[in-house]
T-cell receptor
């Protein structure tokens, strides 16, 4: 049981390049999230998904796209990277307790992205 | 809208107590608390639901005052292992299962 894994762990991009970050979870969780973490800003939600085939925008979605074709995977894409997207990206997953209460989020180890 | 955490940072000696506050401008359904060690992923500590409940995790406990839209995390008799950055995450009544996280409170416990 690996929990939540993220690929890659580190990446350096040049301005204008594109890339995809992969998040995978083996806990059969319904909900998945992408956050970015910048110094002094805490965790800010980029996009999230409440189930396979569905995605929604979070607080800071501009410049990012996501897809959830399979329940266990959540992909984050940067079409044209900008220096402002230099950050640490965390993926998380969560499950719904039977009474309708959302429960703890399990975080992946993070991807450190630098855009030069 | 992000909740506001205070203080931004606190330095403790082993055995001392501390309180971290989390305040929101919107009505809250739940408050989550996470701790992140340097270079690691955030780890879940506890969740508090509306109803003013109080929960505990070892000597770390929390309260939730839904009327004031505030939660407090209590670190009692702090240990070196308590060092890290603590985040509160708040959930409103929009039923979309997403959290807004505060900017974090960095706790340093010294021997």
């Amino acid at each position: 049981n690996a929990g939540v894994t993220q690929t890659p762990k580190f990446r350096v991009l040049k301005t204008g390049q594109s890339m995809t970050l992969l998040c995978a979870q083996d806990m059969n969780h319904e909900y998945m999230y992408w956050y970015r973490q910048d110094p002094g800003m805490g965790l800010r939600l980029i996009h999230y998904s409440v189930g396979e085939g569905t995605t929604a925008k979070g607080e800071v979605p501009d410049g990012y796209n996501v897809s959830r074709l399979k329940k266990q995977n959540f992909l984050l894409g940067l079409e044209s990277a900008a220096p402002s997207q230099t950050s640490v990206y965390f993926c998380a997953s969560s499950y719904l307790v039977g009474t309708g209460i959302s429960y703890e989020q399990y975080f992946g180890p993070g991807t450190r992205l630098t855009v030069t | 809208q992000q909740p506001v955490q205070s203080p931004q940072a606190v330095i403790l000696r082993e055995g001392e107590d501390a309180v971290i506050n989390c305040s929101s401008s919107k009505a809250l359904y739940s408050v989550h608390w996470y701790r992140q060690k340097h270079g690691e992923a955030p780890v879940f500590l506890m969740i508090l639901l509306k109803g003013g409940e109080q929960k505990g995790h070892d000597k770390i406990s929390a309260s939730f005052n839904e009327k004031k839209q505030q939660s407090s995390l209590y670190l009692t008799a702090s240990q070196l292992s308590y060092s890290g950055t603590y985040f509160c995450g708040t959930e409103g009544f929009s039923n979309d299962y997403k959290l807004s996280f505060g900017a974090g409170t960095t706790v340093t416990v010294r021997a």
